[in-house]
């Protein structure tokens, strides 16, 4: 990751908007909905989905994309 902070421990963990960058790009490319399962799949281990996710409601909020959860994925 471009954008990651150091875990006790030493591993790193990747901002929230960068893992949003990454969901972002994910559902865009893919050709249907994709579960929380299928995305934490395709980050970095340790990747915080949920706040991704959370990042990227914020971004789209007022705009004219909506992110919503569709036939148990995103």
Do not use: C, M, N
Request: glycine share 12%; charged share 20%.
């Amino acid at each position: 990751h471009l954008s990651a902070r150091p875990r006790a421990g030493g591993a790193l963990v990747a901002e929230p908007i960068q893992t949003a960058r990454e969901i972002e790009a994910l559902l865009f490319a893919a050709a249907g909905p994709l579960t929380l399962d299928d995305l934490a799949k395709r980050l970095p281990e340790g990747a915080d989905v949920a706040a991704g996710l959370a990042a990227l409601e914020t971004l789209y909020a007022g705009r004219g994309v909506e992110l919503v959860a569709v036939a148990g994925g995103w």
